[in-house]
């Protein structure tokens, strides 16, 4: 099946950048899995879920659309930037292990910064949630999630 690729027996990963991968790939996960649980806590339609989850997965895709820009200039300012924005960190940081050497304390602050971000977001949205299944049958507004998340 992989004769057609002549040159993959040479190819070497540092298992230590497989270990980036899957804790990036863990903590990204777990951000858009608590993410998207406030995106269906706060709607009562499927319409409206599929709305508010474009609003997360369009920004998400930025380091997708900036491809060229990040993989050309693995250490520059907008990789950099990408790397600590959470809902962005987990691509941009996998791409820029692949293009270059990133040091350690910035992937890990990297790292910190997503999980971080998911146990606010998973505080947030169980506030959502559960102001939500109070109001059942109604229309949440962006005030009432406000309101729930002051009442926490």
Avoid: C, H
């Amino acid at each position: 099946m992989l004769e057609g690729f002549p040159r993959l027996s040479r190819l070497s990963i540092d298992p230590s950048m497989l270990v980036w991968l899957v804790l990036f790939f863990l903590a990204g996960y777990f951000l858009f899995a608590v993410v998207m649980a406030a995106a269906g806590a706060m709607t009562t339609s499927l319409k409206e879920g599929q709305q508010i989850s474009l609003l997360v997965t369009l920004p998400a895709m930025a380091p997708l659309m900036f491809f060229q820009l990040v993989a050309g200039n693995p250490d520059g300012v907008l990789a950099r930037v990408l790397s600590f924005v959470p809902i962005t960190a987990p691509m941009t940081m996998t791409l820029r292990l692949g293009a270059t050497d990133v040091a350690m304390a910035e992937a890990a602050v990297s790292l910190l910064v997503t999980v971080l971000s998911g146990l606010v977001m998973l505080w947030g949205s169980a506030r959502v949630f559960r102001s939500g299944l109070l109001m059942y049958g109604q229309k949440m507004t962006l005030s009432n999630i406000l309101a729930a998340l002051r009442e926490a």
